[in-house]
């Protein structure tokens, strides 16, 4: 299983990043997919997280400026990212739990400057 993030960059306070992960070596479409963040020096934290149905559940720091979904066709997740904040500085990872075992990509970093 290979999970592939991109998307990270500079951004501005107030502005907008779409975060991608391309998956391989799993069956996309049947499951549950999730982006965490770690911002510098701190834990790694659940930010959203969409179920093979596209259910969507997120943290209560995001909710309401991301969005989580994904192309099972193309086998992508997407984290839409609007409004940014500073405190939304982190790298981004994204994840999947397949066959009882964690799988994380490389993580992709997004700085939002004030």
């Known amino acids: 299983v290979q999970l592939q993030a991109s998307g990270g960059g500079l951004v501005q306070a107030g502005g907008s990043l779409r975060l991608s992960c391309a998956a391989k070596?799993?069956?996309?479409?049947?499951?549950?997919f999730a982006w965490y963040r770690q911002p510098p020096g701190k834990q790694r934290d659940l930010v959203a997280r969409i179920s093979s149905g596209g259910s969507t559940n997120y943290s209560d720091s995001v909710k309401g400026r991301f969005i989580i979904s994904r192309d099972n066709a193309r086998r992508i997740m997407y984290l839409q990212m609007n409004s940014l904040k500073s405190e939304d500085t982190a790298v981004y990872y994204c994840y999947v739990h397949h066959r009882s075992r964690d799988y994380w990509g490389r993580g992709t970093l997004v700085t939002v400057s004030s």
């Open positions: 070596g799993i069956h996309f479409g049947i499951n549950t």
